[in-house]
């Protein structure tokens, strides 16, 4: 009986961990093309490496990017929140555009992507909206996402 108890209470203690625990959580697909889902960038000669903390001149990137092919179909990665535009450049160019989105405890932003609304809410795998045309801005670049946490912590540990 008493065992029983503990065994009880060490399963919902588990339970129950998974459920509050942000770092969790996965990020469902993300983009129409390429076919394989959310991978990450590498890294190129020309414009660098697509994870978090990779150089960027004296900068840091600050997110994390995941292949999408210009003009391919973004998705909401789970049930989601949009909370508006969010840009990437202070100068304007064919991708500065993005979204700011919240869900499943998590506050982030996705860069290049031209949403179709900027508020309401998504279920997992509906349609944010469109990658636009990073070839245009950045040649022979991989063209990707960029994932941004709102808090500026590392999102690596959601893919
Ligand atoms: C994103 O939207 C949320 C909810 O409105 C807001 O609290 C947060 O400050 C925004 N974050 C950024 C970095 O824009």
Do not use: E, W
């Amino acid at each position: 009986m008493r065992l029983y108890i503990i065994f009880s209470f060490l399963l919902f203690a588990v339970i129950c961990s998974s459920c509050v625990d942000a770092s969790r959580v996965k990020f469902g697909r993300l983009c129409s093309r390429p076919s394989n889902s959310n991978i990450k960038r590498g890294c190129d000669r020309k414009y660098g490496c697509g994870h978090y903390g990779a150089s960027r001149g004296k900068q840091k990137h600050l997110g994390l990017d995941i292949l999408c092919a210009d003009g391919a179909i973004v998705y909401a990665p789970f049930d989601v929140k949009l909370n508006g535009i969010s840009r990437p450049y202070s100068k304007n160019n064919a991708i500065n555009n993005g979204i700011n989105l919240s869900g499943q405890g998590l506050c982030f932003k996705m860069f290049y992507v031209k949403p179709d609304r900027y508020t309401g809410t998504l279920k997992k795998g509906q349609r944010i909206g469109r990658m636009l045309s990073m070839q245009s801005v950045y040649p022979g670049i991989p063209s990707h996402v960029h994932v941004q946490m709102c808090d500026r912590s590392d999102p690596t540990k959601y893919f």
